[in-house]
């Protein structure tokens, strides 16, 4: 399964971006979607994630209550809403699409990866 990310930018702090993934190569809805994001110096760390038909969504609780992860199996994408974005949401942020059930948390329960799209924010 390929994954393409796009969306990223500059954008000031309190303001808004939105960030879409394209997948292909494979049936989108066997996947569990997720974002993650890496910092410069930092682990890439866990955002957001959403099971196979949208019914369950999981967020960091440095996101919970600004971002908004959401998918569309019928044109194969998932997005990623992110508003009141502050300077520490600065990072290349990555899809990636995982087989496990439920709502896997961690870097190793993903198995397909975007090539990430990068979020500035300005103070």
């Known amino acids: 399964v390929q994954l393409q990310a796009s969306g990223g930018g500059l954008v000031q702090a309190g303001g808004s971006l939105r960030l879409s993934c394209a997948v292909s190569?494979?049936?989108?809805?066997?996947?569990?979607m997720g974002w993650f994001r890496q910092a410069p110096g930092k682990e890439r760390e866990f955002v957001a994630t959403?099971?196979?038909?949208?019914?369950?969504?999981y967020y960091a609780d440095s996101v919970r209550g600004r971002f908004t992860i959401s998918r569309d199996n019928a044109k194969n994408t998932v997005s990623l809403q992110m508003n009141s974005l502050k300077t520490e949401d600065t990072a290349v942020y990555y899809c990636?699409?995982?087989?496990?059930?439920?709502?896997?948390?961690?870097?190793?329960?993903?198995?397909?990866w975007g090539q990430g799209t990068l979020v500035t924010v300005s103070s």
């Open positions: 990636a699409a995982s087989v496990v059930a439920g709502l896997p948390l961690t870097v190793d329960e993903y198995g397909y």
């Open positions: 190569g494979r049936t989108f809805s066997n996947y569990v």
């Open positions: 959403i099971t196979r038909r949208g019914s369950s969504t």
